[in-house]
Nanobody
Framework: QVQLVESGGGLVQAGGSLRLSCAAS????????MGWFRQAPGKEREFVGV????????YYADSVKGRFTISRDSAENTVYLQMNSLKPEDTAVYSC????????????????WGQGTQVTVSS
């Protein structure tokens, strides 16, 4: 069992930056690829990016590529989402998730989910 708790959301102006954190409980953190998803009101959950178990590889959605960066700290059992050059269309609830698959991009491939944190980007 893995429990995930996100933090770091908030209100930011367009062009600004935020860093989200996802703290994981349990000793098997390194066994999971960690993904970030977001969901805006009235829209389906959207894949943002994923980082491999070792942290050596990442994969991003085209909509955030070049602006967002995922990293992980195995010593702290934490995964991060650094978001730069934020746009109003990035406004959503952001959730982290753990997957036993290497580069899972679909929500169904994820086993554990955090509760989410709100990110609001004003224009």
């Amino acid at each position: 069992q893995v429990q995930l708790v996100e933090s770091g959301g908030g209100l930011v102006q367009a062009g600004g930056s935020l860093r989200l954190s996802c703290a994981a409980s349990g000793r098997t953190f390194s066994s999971y690829a960690m993904g970030w998803f977001r969901q805006a009101p009235g829209k389906e959950r959207e894949f943002v990016g994923v980082i491999s178990r070792s942290g050596g590889r990442t994969y991003y959605a085209d909509s955030v590529k070049g602006r967002f960066t995922i990293s992980r700290d195995s010593a702290e059992n934490t995964v991060y989402l650094q978001m730069n050059s934020l746009k109003p269309e990035d406004t959503a609830v952001y959730s982290c998730a753990a997957s036993g698959s290497s580069y899972a991009r679909r929500p169904i491939e994820y086993d554990y989910w955090g509760q989410g944190t709100q990110v609001t980007v004003s224009s």
